[in-house]
């Protein structure tokens, strides 16, 4: 019997991201199974990004504009007007291996009712410099098997996937509402969250997608929240209602440590000191000892060579 073939609309947001959409769109165009469309949604760009896409991909690709309103309402747009079953996104400083979307196809096939089909990835640094996260806690398995302890994965490691290695489909993601609008940071560990929640993600530890650290204009490091991001403080409000198998709600309050954690550590390296110190007061951090520890001592370090009076 032939297996139906999965149609897949890739959705890229765009928002002054000209110096890096070309090596973005190339890699899904050199994809060894193409994608049925692709969006680009220019979310008000004024770097020309935009206008190139239309030159050079015009007729490749679906281009919309729409006024400025963040990655979110960007994504959400671009389900909103895809036109097949399944979405996969693409940042537009990140890029794809050709292999991608053949392995996207294969977890399809392999496990349907997975909620999210997922890839292993890697950070770039730099020209040729390419970095393994730290994911810790998978399940042993072959390449292609099922994660059901996304938060205990996240917990004690790196995300095992990223934003521009998720491929959901457009039913589930109406279903659980997609991204939420206007929230600084976390709205991919939202969508991560929610599908996790409603069973196990399809998960290949074959590397087929690369987060590039040495883009330009990251959002992360140019809004660095100072408090515990929304879809945390939603975690914990599920994990407080005690509702949840209590292993499931353990592992949930470790990730959202860990959340704290990796905050802390931002504001610190940027010099923000009491919002690093308000973050690490929070008792959650202390769930995850080690490195509540040596951020604990980080900070205290910075705080002495911010007030060198005090200290002696």
């Not at 890739?10 to 090596?23: G, Q, T, W």
């Not at 959400?76 to 794809?96: H, K, M, Q, T």
């Not at 399809?202 to 929240?225: E, G, K, Q, T």
């Not at 040596?294 to 009076?309: D, G, K, V």
Request: proline letters at 4%; hydrophobic letters at 40%; aromatic letters at 10%.
């Amino acid at each position: 019997m032939l297996l139906r073939i999965p149609t897949i609309s890739v959705v890229i947001p765009l928002y002054n991201k000209r110096a890096h959409i070309e090596r973005a769109l190339q890699s899904v165009f050199s994809q060894t199974l193409k994608p049925d469309e692709v969006i680009v949604v220019d979310d008000g760009s004024t770097d020309g990004g935009g206008e190139w896409v239309l030159q050079e991909y015009g007729s490749g690709v679906r281009y919309l504009r729409q006024p400025n309103g963040g990655v979110s309402r960007a994504r959400n747009r671009g389900i909103a007007e895809a036109s097949y079953d399944y979405v996969a996104f693409l940042d537009a400083d990140d890029r794809w291996e050709p292999h991608y979307l053949e392995e996207i196809h294969l977890l399809i096939h392999r496990f349907p009712k997975a909620t999210a089909f997922t890839t292993a990835y890697q950070f770039v640094l730099g020209d040729q410099d390419y970095v393994d996260p730290a994911v810790r806690r998978l399940a042993l398995g072959g390449v292609r098997t099922l994660l059901d302890n996304f938060f205990e994965v996240c917990a004690h490691g790196d995300l095992p996937f990223h934003m521009s290695s998720l491929c959901m489909t457009k039913a589930l993601l109406n279903e659980v509402g997609g991204f939420p609008e206007g929230e600084p940071m976390g709205e991919d560990q939202d969508l991560f969250s929610k599908a996790a929640l409603r069973g196990a993600l399809a998960y290949s530890r074959r590397v087929s997608s690369f987060y590039h650290m040495d883009a330009d204009n990251r959002a992360c490091l140019n809004n660095i929240p100072e408090q515990e991001c929304p879809f945390s403080q939603r975690l914990v409000s599920l994990a407080e209602r005690g509702e949840l198998a209590p292993e499931l709600r353990e592992s949930i309050l470790d990730y959202t440590a860990g959340h704290l954690l990796h905050l802390a550590s931002l504001n610190i390296r940027a010099g923000n000191l009491s919002a690093a110190r308000r973050l690490l007061e929070d008792d959650r951090c202390r769930r995850r000892w080690k490195r509540y520890l040596w951020w604990q001592t980080r900070y205290l370090l910075a705080s002495m060579r911010e007030h060198p009076a005090i200290a002696a």
